[in-house]
């Protein structure tokens, strides 16, 4: 195909949920949701220039010492709206190009300080040892590096830290549990059994449905008064100014996304999507 669009990049050795759009769908992915879940171990005593196990070790000193009560109160620094300094090696583009290709031509640029937003941070497993481990569960807005947490952690730890394994486990509105592996994948594929998740399905928005004629004029992309959807429409809903909504055709076909908004003294639905 040629047009085909991803939810959010996954570092090289990162597994987990990777949500991909086909063909005109790709139109969509601005509509998912944006939130993200992680299972990732931080590794203590380690240094790389990528912030993870992938890069030049910068320095390697033993923490034998080191125990999950101590590292266990600075847990909560990283909860909420946070600073955060991308790693050298990421996909964040700076002047046109990207921060991975700068630092593999050895130009030394450190990525502007972002605010990103973590809801959730939980200690899961501790392993001891010379370089001991911590396995934590994530929850985040998009944008968050996983790596620059294994790293600020590991920094207040006066340690060192880098991030050695990570998957992701929820992402746009998937679960892991609900994945396709790349294998099931090829097979559902070679025995023409593969069917992409619809829109309806994918889009975790509240639905408004159309009857005619109100489905032909929202396909001919025009406003829709909300009193109209209210006496029309299959299913009321109670309207939420500023907030999207998928639109389905009473037969259960999808017409596209839409978004509530206040216009004069009216409440209106304006088409952002049109399905064709």
């Not at 912030?51 to 070790?57: I, P, R, Y």
């Not at 992701?168 to 998937?174: C, D, I, Q, W």
């Amino acid at each position: 195909m040629k047009r085909v669009g991803h939810g959010g990049t996954l570092d090289p050795a990162a597994t987990g949920v990777l949500p991909i759009a086909l063909g005109k769908a790709t139109r969509l992915l601005q509509y998912l949701q944006h939130d993200k879940a992680y299972r990732g171990t931080v590794r203590f005593g380690i240094r790389t220039a990528t912030d993870d196990l992938e890069g030049e070790v910068l320095t390697s000193r033993p923490a034998p010492t080191l125990t999950l009560s101590r590292v266990q109160p600075y847990l909560p620094k990283f909860v909420g709206q946070i600073q955060q300094i991308p790693p050298s090696y990421s996909a964040i583009q700076i002047g046109g190009r990207r921060l991975y290709e700068l630092a593999r031509a050895g130009e030394t640029i450190e990525a502007p300080v972002r605010s990103v937003e973590v809801y959730s941070l939980e200690a899961l497993e501790w392993r001891s040892g010379d370089f001991p481990e911590l396995d934590l569960a994530i929850a985040c807005g998009a944008g968050t590096y996983i790596r620059a947490i294994a790293r600020d952690l590991g920094e207040l730890m006066e340690t060192g830290g880098t991030l050695a394994a990570l998957t992701r486990t929820h992402s746009n509105g998937f679960t892991l549990e609900n994945s396709l592996t790349l294998d099931a994948l090829e097979v559902q594929i070679q025995s023409n059994q593969f069917v992409p998740i619809s829109p309806q399905v994918a889009l975790h928005w509240e639905a408004i449905v159309l009857s005619e004629p109100l489905a032909k004029r929202w396909s001919q992309g025009r406003r829709i008064d909300f009193a109209e959807i209210q006496t029309n429409s299959l299913r009321s809903c109670g309207t939420d100014l500023s907030a999207f909504y998928q639109v389905q055709h009473e037969d259960g076909r999808f017409l596209g996304m839409g978004e509530a908004v206040r216009h004069a003294e009216e409440e209106m639905l304006i088409p952002k999507l049109v399905w064709d």
